[in-house]
């Protein structure tokens, strides 16, 4: 454990040579982070002795552009179980341990669902001491901050590493070079530990820096070219400056182009070294000794790049690619036609002409592969990793690896039968699912200790959070009165909280009586933002109608980012503050109705929000949702779905059954069948109050202050708009049986007992979603790699 003098006396060292003055003395930003390090110091050991371990065998890398990590402290102290001493240790000297935790900005390296799962998965390697190192990129700048100007959406940059970085250690003498057409920089390890649940492993996550190979140009200096002495530098920290806002679109920029072979190229270079000290020169081993898997489209550049190196160390083609396809594992996380990533060939060659040329042997390759097995040249040209000019991506993440995998049962089949059908038909034996999964350490035991100590006091012991389908065993209690009132009395004590905190960021007050309907996630017109806001709408005009309305009053709670250049995706957050506006200030629904859009949604917003949550807002066009994780969490802190059948919400309504949830809405088949010929002016005009609520985007209801956002959002539904057809999404027919599911809420909610009941269920059975099964499985079926303890 913790050493308490050394820990003392090294924080007041670190606050003394790091700024001057003594502990007591500190603001709270310098307290955090001498005591972070102070910690950490103690953890080297056991950090250093994994590495160590690791070593020996066979290890696991997972690349990812994206690691949305929030904060590291609580969540360090926690796994670590030694939370309450170092509350104690603190208290000692009048320090408040939560001044210290909310001194720490999120580490926000990542845009939603994928960056957070990349996150989750370290966690869970950590904890079931798998060796599996993280490799991305140390961004200067995280997802912006957002904040809310008369109802439209502000972004800032997020100046995370302003006050310092005490988790991470820069590993200077681990730097390398990466080398473009028209530059060369020097790539610098930031490693951060990943502390694993009562265990003494301690993985690494290494994020690479981009920094120039000489900081200064002293000739142009003495030239007084001032500019140009420092542009090298600037155009070499440029390449890991800022993460790109996007979430499920492609953008084919240069400079994402150039962060992404940075990273990759970091990250082999560093691997294929460490591979050489104790194999040297004998690469037949390589895949036996490594396995690398490819987190979205993002890194498969690490492919072509392997496959360089390789042939750099003198191994022919077939050798080195079949290497490289023993080595990669992809993962799939959407099938949205404008999250395909693609690049041009023509600039992609002027940044990386090396890469390039390597692309074309691969496509060549493919191409006799395909020829030798009688395909006919149109299928051939369907699946060509180069076609009209363009690199395609996923094309060549399949083609060079032996694992693809979805992420959610749905997802998979939809790949395997329509997007990658052609491949899946190619290399059957390729495809697999993995169902993803949250870490219950963050997303529970950190974020509701309440329901923690709750659950460790039925259960007996603290084991089941690393063996979740444990939980199921507590369904046998779904009738005990007393156990389900002290259950809920946890939901209204996190209500409450919530409430507390919102009031505080926002000053918008909620009554915790209100059913707390809480949807948060990033803003997509997929996900469907704008079916909730119309059905509040709806809502709102028919208690305006009927002010005796019987209803249980409600909250509806958002938070979502809209990436900054998505114009449609910032007017339903205009939208929806608009709506918020008109309700808040009614006098006549304050006792039933309430909307709140809280600002800058991000990890530790997350929090607060899903323990306090009575219903789950998952409510995606079916077939758009890879798989979501958002609506684990709800489920873990015992909120039932109000969900579409998509993604994973299939999955668990299979495991806390239809009576514990509340689908609706069109299947997938069903909207493949009508796609082509739907109508939404149908919907449109004859079901009851829907034109009423579509038509306030146009008929001076809300201002949109001038900036044209409703009347476009208007036309995307009845008349399409940018390539989109009409209601491309579905949203007005869904709307009607939306509705329904709404009121059976508000009926079954009345019911104490029996809402507490579903509640309890759908605890009980989320044991299957803990990342924990996800990353086993992963290690089993994909990686084939075994714990090592040290
Ligand atoms: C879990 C999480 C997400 C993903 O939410 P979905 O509902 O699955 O899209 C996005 N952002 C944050 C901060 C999260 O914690």
Redesign the pocket.
Known sequence: MINKKRFIDTAELLVKVNYGKTLAKATPPEKYYAISRAILEQLIENWSGTTEAYSLGKEAYYLSAEF?M?RAFSNNLINLGIYNDIQDYLKEINIDINAIEEAEADA?L????L???AACFLDSCATLNFPVTGYGIYYNYGIFKQTFSDGFQIEEADTWLKDGNPWGIRKEGESVVVEFSDQRVRAVPYDLPIVGYETKNINTLRLWQAEALEDFNYTLFNDQKYHEAVAEKNRAEDISRVLYPNDSTEEGKILRLKQQYFFVSASLKDIVKKYKRTKGDDFSQFHLNTAIQLNDTHPVVAIPELLRILMEEDLSFKVAWGICQKTFAYTNHTILAEALEQWDCGLFERILPRIYSTIKLIDKELLKDLSSMGYPSEKIKDMQIISNNRIRMAFLAIYGNHTTNGVAALHTEILKNQELSNWYNLYPERFQNKTNG?TPRRWLALSNRELTQFIISLMGDSNWLKDLERLKSLETLKNHEDILDAFMEIKEDKKRQLSEYILQEEGIGIDTNFIFDIQ???LHEY?RQLLNAFHILDLYYRIKENPKMDLAPRAFIFGAKAAPGYFRAKGIIKFINEIAGLINNDPEVQDKLRVVFVQN???T???KL?PAADVSE?ISTAGK?A???????FMLNGTPTLGTPD?ANVEIVEEAGEDNNFIFGARVEELDEIKDTYDPIYFYENVQGLKRVVDSLIDGTFDDGGTGMFLELYNSLLKGASWHSPDHYFILKDFDDYRRAQMDIDKDFRNKRGWAKKCWINLCNAGKFSSDRTIREYARDIWNIREVTI
Do not use: C, P
């Open positions: 949305l929030g926000a990542g845009n939603g669902g960056g957070r799962l949250i948060i996630k990033r996900k949604y991000r990890v917003y997350a929090e899903f998952q949702e798989s979501g994780t958002g609506n684990m969490k993604g």
